[in-house]
């Protein structure tokens, strides 16, 4: 029996943008809509999105669920770490004074990065703490809905 890898990895790539998508993020694939989005005013929660098995077990139920909250950042995105390499270098250009790391959560504030939520905060932990954790920052940085 032959199995096609790259069959495999584009179907897990599919399913893990759709996910994101469904869950009311915006996909960002390039550096000039990275750098649209980045630049508005007001709060906005990256979600750097990756096919690594702790991005679909926790980190996209994460970013489902933080979002359904009284607060919540004024704008949802997110960039494909190892497929959208350009948008991702962009948005990463952002998050100053953090390694890159994906999957993984940037808050932004009128373009500034305010905090993150890192891989080593994500793998290993349950999605809850991970939901609780993005709260926690929305409740911080965020404005009420």
């Known amino acids: 029996m032959n199995i096609d890898f790259n069959l495999?990895?584009?179907?897990a790539v599919r399913q893990a943008r759709e996910e994101?998508?469904?869950?009311?993020?915006?996909?960002?694939k390039?550096?000039?809509?990275?750098?649209?989005?980045?630049?508005k005013k007001g709060t906005t929660l990256v979600m750097i999105n990756s096919v690594c098995g702790c991005a679909g077990g926790i980190a996209r139920p994460a970013a489902s669920h933080a979002i359904h909250y009284d607060k919540?950042?004024?704008?949802?995105?997110?960039?494909f770490a190892g497929q959208d390499k350009e948008a991702t270098e962009s948005?990463?250009?952002?998050?100053?004074?953090?390694?890159?790391?994906?999957?993984?959560?940037?808050?932004?504030?009128?373009?500034?990065?305010?905090?993150?939520?890192?891989?080593?905060?994500?793998?290993?932990?349950?999605?809850?703490s991970v939901v609780n954790k993005l709260q926690e920052y929305f409740d911080k940085y965020c404005e009420e809905v």
């Open 20 to 28: 994101i998508v469904a869950a009311g993020y915006t996909e960002l």
């Open 72 to 79: 919540k950042p004024d704008q949802l995105v997110t960039v």
């Open 91 to 128: 948005a990463r250009s952002y998050f100053e004074g953090y390694p890159p790391s994906s999957p993984s959560f940037a808050l932004l504030k009128d373009g500034k990065i305010v905090t993150m939520v890192e891989r080593h905060e994500i793998e290993g932990h349950d999605p809850m």
């Open 8 to 11: 495999l990895m584009n179907d």
């Open 30 to 39: 390039t550096p000039e809509e990275v750098q649209e989005a980045l630049n």
